[in-house]
């Protein structure tokens, strides 16, 4: 009985003994999750990349899983392992830039913004939107390809409804006599503006595209001068 006893309680340490050694390696098994979950978010980031360049090469149509693969220099085994086609690639692709889009125009339809003479306020404006298309023309590239996933479409139509609301905003703040309707007006015609001189920015490099960012600059002055003016407002 006795013995049986002494037997109870060196088992029962040992299981004590285990418990706490497994307590005590948990941190350490919990890292590497964080760690295998870091490697895979910068694999995912490099295909990504790689996609992006692809469908600026080839268009989204052009594209293909190998060529991408092909440009981030791993095989299209590795690849599948985080995407299962290339609609899925275009699909997180087109949502990240589409948030980080979203983040940068936040930045620059300001009520400060719109209290600026009108030629400080186009730079303001402008320059941060023109410097993330012309790092990311991936973005449009996608947007203008004719069978790009919907769900891209759709990111890209509500991301231009929310963009439209601000440049209506801006204009109702320099010009709050302005009625609504001519300012919806207004809003929508220096986008389409803006969108067809970022086409022609996009599409050179060096001192022409400096200089078509000046002729887009120049045709929104112009065409917003007689109706918000060019003075600017006292910021509220």
Known sequence: MRASTRVCQSNTKI???????????????????RRRQARGERRVQQLLD????????????GASTNAIAREAGVSPGTLYQFF??????????????THQMRQAHGLVFTVENASL??????????????????????????IHSTEAPGRVIEEHDALH????????ELIGISNP??????????????FELF??????????????????????????????????????????
Do not use: W
Request: proline residues 7%.
């Open 177 to 190: 006599d302005l009625p609504a309707d001519r300012r919806t007006r207004t809003a929508t015609m220096a």
């Open 15 to 33: 299981r004590r003994l285990r418990v706490t050694e497994s307590k005590a390696a948990q941190p350490e098994g919990a890292a590497k999750p």
């Open 117 to 142: 003479p009108l030629d400080e306020m186009l730079d303001a404006v402008l320059d941060p939107m023109v410097e993330f298309n012309c790092a990311n023309p991936a973005f449009l590239a996608l």
């Open 84 to 97: 299962p086609n290339k609609e899925a690639i275009a699909v997180e692709l087109g949502e990240r830039l």
């Open 195 to 236: 969108k067809a001189g970022l086409d022609l920015i996009l599409s050179h490099q060096g001192e022409e595209r400096a200089a078509y960012t000046a002729e887009t600059k120049a045709a929104l002055y112009g065409y917003l001068a007689p109706i918000i003016g060019t003075e600017g407002t006292p910021a509220p």
């Open 161 to 168: 409804v929310t963009l439209l609301a601000r440049v209506e």
């Open 50 to 61: 790689a996609a992006a360049s692809v469908f600026c090469k080839s268009g989204y149509t």
